[in-house]
T-cell receptor, first 116, second 114 residues
Framework: KAGVTQTPRYLIKTRGQQVTLSCSPISGHRSVSWYQQTPGQGLQFLFEYFSETQRNKGNFPGRFSGRQFSNSRSEMNVSTLELGDSALYLC???????????????FGPGTRLTVT | GDSVTQMEGPVTLSEEAFLTINCTYTATGYPSLFWYVQYPGEGLQLLLKATKADDKGSNKGFEATYRKETTSFHLEKGSVQVSDSAVYFCALSVPSYGNNRLAFGKGNQVVVIP
C-alpha cells in the first residue's frame, strides 16, 4: 500500500506571497493532520481534518488554513508569508482519526518551505 | 495540557552499545504513546506504540514499556548500529472523537559511532 505523499517536496517563496501544500493520505484513511516542524519550536500541531471537516486546530494565526476533499486528500494554505513560516510541513494520515482503537498516524516526507 | 518531556541533548554512543532515551508525559486523559524516528531529510516514521498500561511496544530491536505509575515510556535498544543514527521523538495522543492531535517531545539526536 502506498504511503502518505506530499507535494511539492521543496518550495521557495517571498514574504507576502501565499502558498498551497498538498497531501494524499494512505488509501482508506479518513483523517489527515498537519504539523509544522522548526528547529526552535519543534513539532507543532496545525489542524486535523476528518471526512472533510476540520475537527481540531492548533494555536496558529488565521493565515494558516486547510481543507479536505471527498477523496480524503488535503491541502493547507498559508497566506501573507512571513520569514518565520520557514519550516518543514508534515502531513499525517490516520485510519479512523483516533476512533475504534486505531490511534497511530503515518507521516509523509514533508514539504520544506523557505520564505525569503 | 498534554505534554511530553524527553531528556535534554544529543546522545552519542559506540556501535553495539546499549541505548536508552527517557520519555515522561503528562496527560489529562488516558493516552496512547508512540516513538517516532526521523532520518535526515525525511519525515517521521512510526517506530513503535503502546495503547494501555504495561503494554510493551517493540520493533527493529527497539522496545518501550507504557508505565502508568511513573508516567514514562522510555526507549531502549540492546545493541545499536550506525544505521540507528537519527532523531527520536516521543509522542502521545489522547484519542477521542474530535481530538487526535499528537503532542511531541523535543526529540533526541542519536549518533552512533563505528
Amino acid at each position: 500500500k502506498a504511503g502518505v505523499t506530499q507535494t511539492p517536496r521543496y518550495l521557495i517563496k517571498t514574504r507576502g506571497q501565499q502558498v498551497t501544500l498538498s497531501c494524499s493520505p494512505i488509501s482508506g484513511h479518513r483523517s489527515v493532520s498537519w504539523y509544522q516542524q522548526t528547529p526552535g519550536q519543534g513539532l507543532q500541531f496545525l489542524f486535523e481534518y476528518f471526512s472533510e471537516t476540520q475537527r481540531n486546530k492548533g494555536n496558529f494565526p488565521g493565515r494558516f488554513s486547510g481543507r479536505q476533499f471527498s477523496n480524503s486528500r488535503s491541502e493547507m494554505n498559508v497566506s501573507t508569508l512571513e520569514l518565520g513560516d520557514s519550516a518543514l510541513y508534515l502531513c499525517a494520515s490516520s485510519l479512523t482519526g483516533g476512533l475504534a482503537g486505531e490511534p497511530e498516524q503515518y507521516f509523509g516526507p514533508g514539504t520544506r518551505l523557505t520564505v525569503t | 495540557g498534554d505534554s511530553v518531556t524527553q531528556m535534554e541533548g544529543p546522545v552519542t554512543l559506540s556501535e553495539e552499545a546499549f541505548l536508552t532515551i527517557n520519555c515522561t508525559y503528562t496527560a489529562t486523559g488516558y493516552p496512547s504513546l508512540f516513538w517516532y524516528v526521523q532520518y535526515p531529510g525525511e519525515g517521521l516514521q512510526l517506530l513503535l506504540k503502546a495503547t494501555k498500561a504495561d503494554d510493551k511496544g517493540s520493533n527493529k530491536g527497539f522496545e518501550a514499556t507504557y508505565r502508568k505509575e511513573t508516567t514514562s515510556f522510555h526507549l531502549e535498544k540492546g545493541s545499536v548500529q550506525v544505521s540507528d543514527s537519527a532523531v527520536y521523538f516521543c509522542a502521545l495522543s489522547v484519542p477521542s472523537y474530535g481530538n487526535n492531535r499528537l503532542a511531541f517531545g523535543k526529540g533526541n539526536q542519536v549518533v552512533v559511532i563505528p
